[in-house]
């Protein structure tokens, strides 16, 4: 299974709205991430997991809250969100042993919309 | 600040043909610069990546060139097909973290 799994595709919440965004791997990988990603822009970096610790956070509001219960899955909680944070929120995975180039394995995606 | 750039919105090559993407870069700590290529509606796929200890990487029809010194790679593509218009992403990855940084994508067209 060389699948990384997101859901919903599609999101549309207002802005007093509490949701999640899952992500899902079965490859074994122990470093997983959230990019977002504007309109002919390139993926943001936004958090990474590694061994299930969350090891970067790149500065994001507190609006958005990862967790990552186990070595399989990965979400990202949304609560208060601004219209402005609506873009496609990328979930990848990836080896995170030494040596290598670290090349991600990236889901389809959540089209979110802030209303 | 952008640390990855690819100055090339979109290239148009004739099926059969080469097709050359070009990416620049201004931070000499990247040890890996990699290229991923993105349908629409999916995400981005790994294609190929490359050392900064090394100048070439070939891996079937796609090579990737480092010129450390310009501080420029490039992808091409050989015969290039239909199937690859599409979305190429060149990436470049923080010394020894999981830090990766994103160009904003070369988008490829290639005509039968």
């Known amino acids: 299974d060389t699948e990384v799994t997101q859901t919903p595709k599609h999101l549309v919440m207002g802005m007093t709205n509490k949701k999640s965004l899952k992500c899902e791997q079965h490859m074994g990988h122990r470093a997983m991430y959230w990019y977002k990603q504007k309109a002919k822009k390139p993926p943001e970096l936004m958090f990474v997991y590694s061994y299930e610790k969350l090891s970067i956070n790149e500065s994001v509001p507190s609006r958005f809250s990862p967790e990552c219960p186990n070595s399989s899955l990965l979400n990202l909680h949304l609560h208060a969100l601004q219209p402005e944070d609506s873009a496609l929120y990328l979930c990848?995975?990836?080896?995170?042993?030494?040596?290598?180039?670290?090349?991600?394995?990236f889901g389809p995606g959540t089209r979110l919309t802030v209303l | 600040d952008q640390q990855v750039k690819q100055n090339s919105p979109s290239l148009s090559v004739q099926e059969g043909r080469i097709s050359i993407l070009n990416c620049d870069y201004t931070?000499?700590?990247?040890?890996?610069f990699l290229w991923y290529k993105k349908y629409p509606a999916e995400g981005p796929t790994f294609l190929i990546s490359?050392?900064?200890?090394?100048d070439k990487n070939e891996d079937g029809r796609f090579t990737v060139f480092l010129n450390k010194s310009a501080k420029h790679l490039s992808l091409h593509i050989v015969p290039s097909q239909p199937g690859d218009s599409a979305v190429y992403f060149c990436a470049a990855r923080l010394d020894g973290g999981f830090k990766t940084i994103f160009g904003a994508g070369t988008r490829l067209f290639v005509k039968a």
């Open positions: 990848a995975s990836s080896l995170p042993s030494s040596g290598g180039a670290y090349e991600q394995f």
């Open positions: 931070n000499s700590m990247f040890d890996y």
């Open positions: 490359i050392s900064s200890i090394k």
